[in-house]
Structures are given as C-alpha cells and as structure tokens.
C-alpha cells in the first residue's frame, strides 16, 4: 500500500534534508498512494452521513421530532 525508500541515508544537515525530501517524494509516489486511499474514502463519506442521520432519527424519536 504504501511506498518504501530502498536505501535510508541519514542527514545531518538541513539542505541534505529537502535534498532527501525532494528527490525521494514524486508526483508518482503521491498518486499512487493517493489511488490506494480513494477506495476507503468513497467507503467512508456514505457510511458517515448515514450514521449521521441515524443519530438524529434516534434522538428525534423519542419526542416525535425528527428533522432531516
């Protein structure tokens, strides 16, 4: 699911860090990992405002106050 540096190199200094950031994070890696989450999202967005509604059915039922 998620992408791995092969080698692991250390830096010491602050420029050896965006060096490292730089090369290591491409628009490739991003979309590809990107493409692995969208599926659990889509899941997620429904199942959330289902729950949502749901809660306020429950609430609302007990007094005969049930909005959408």
Do not use: C, H, N, W
Request: no cysteine; net charge positive.
């Amino acid at each position: 699911m998620f992408q791995t540096l092969e080698t692991v190199t250390t830096a010491t200094g602050m420029s050896e860090v965006i060096s490292a950031l730089t090369t290591g994070v491409t628009s490739a890696v991003m979309f590809d990992t990107l493409a692995d989450v969208i599926p659990f999202v889509i899941t997620l967005i429904p199942f959330s405002l289902g729950l949502y509604f749901l809660r306020k059915l429950v609430k609302g039922a007990g007094t005969g106050k049930v909005k959408f």
